[in-house]
């Protein structure tokens, strides 16, 4: 059972190794109704964190708690207030985009009465509803990739964990998936998002944790960040003011 008062995600010394440690340790804490960006330089560990965080990756040591629940111990419980995008989703290509999001509804066991107009509004949203009754198998990658964002939403997850969901998207369709995360926070979702893109994650996150090695190297707003990388003179709240993410970013991963 989801726990009022707790945190949208807890990560407690999370540890996975491949020969090596992908992730070291890794404490980390989401509230609810946050916008949460997690960063890091290619093989810092974040794909790791985010498939143990979805169940897909058996940690070695330490605990996921999903709103209060041990991932661990229910599994189900945990995953039912979840949705996880890869950065490579998978579709089925001989379906529609209405029958796939019906599809994926019926696995969580939503009412094709409830179902069907929220699929209509997350393709209205992202600019697929023209294309509703096409198969997929003729979609651009960045087609598919709104229609895998269109699945993860379908059940109103109230945690989202996206990674890289901007790669190979134009300009027109980020900004439809941008608009779309934000309203889900909005709506009081969660969202914990890996990407490269920097400005992304300037722009869109509340807070931002840069992991390197697999270990937490730094975490705040960017104003935060900007003071422990020495960036900038403005300590106050506006993201507008002094170095950017890329700055900061750099300075610090420099130093760990």
């Known amino acids: 059972m989801i726990a009022v008062s707790a945190p949208a995600l807890t990560l407690n010394a999370l540890?996975?190794?491949?020969?090596?440690p992908a992730v070291d340790h890794l404490c980390l804490c989401v509230q609810r109704g946050e916008l949460y960006a997690l960063l890091g330089p290619n093989g810092a560990g974040k794909t790791t964190t985010l498939r143990m965080i979805a169940g897909l990756l058996q940690p070695d040591a330490g605990s996921v708690q999903i709103f209060g629940i041990d991932?661990?111990?229910?599994?189900a419980g945990a995953k039912q207030a979840l949705a996880y995008l890869p950065d490579e989703p998978m579709l089925y290509d001989?379906?529609?985009p209405s029958e796939y999001l019906e599809f994926v509804a019926g696995l969580w066991g939503i009412k094709p009465e409830v179902a069907a107009p929220r699929a209509l509004g997350?393709?209205?949203?992202?600019?697929?509803?023209?294309?509703a009754h096409e198969l997929t198998e003729g979609f651009s990658r960045g087609m598919k990739q709104k229609l895998a964002l269109a699945g993860a939403l379908v059940h109103e997850p109230q945690l989202l964990i996206l990674d890289e969901p901007l790669t190979g998207l134009?300009?027109?369709?980020?900004?439809?998936?941008k608009n779309l995360l934000l309203e889900h926070v909005r709506r009081?979702?969660?969202?914990?998002?890996t990407t490269h893109i920097l400005d992304v994650a300037e722009r869109l996150a509340e807070r931002i944790g840069i992991i390197q090695s697999g270990r937490l190297i730094a975490e705040g707003t960017l104003a935060q960040l900007r003071a422990l990388a020495d960036v900038g003179t403005d300590d106050s709240a506006d993201n507008d003011a002094g170095g950017t993410l890329e700055?900061?970013?750099?300075?610090?991963?420099?130093?760990?």
């Open 15 to 20: 540890c996975k190794s491949f020969g090596r």
């Open 94 to 96: 001989k379906l529609k």
């Open 170 to 177: 134009d300009a027109a369709a980020a900004r439809q998936v």
């Open 247 to 256: 700055d900061v970013f750099l300075q610090l991963t420099a130093r760990a």
């Open 122 to 131: 997350l393709l209205e949203m992202l600019g697929l509803a023209p294309h």
């Open 71 to 75: 991932l661990a111990r229910d599994p």
């Open 188 to 193: 009081g979702g969660t969202v914990i998002l």
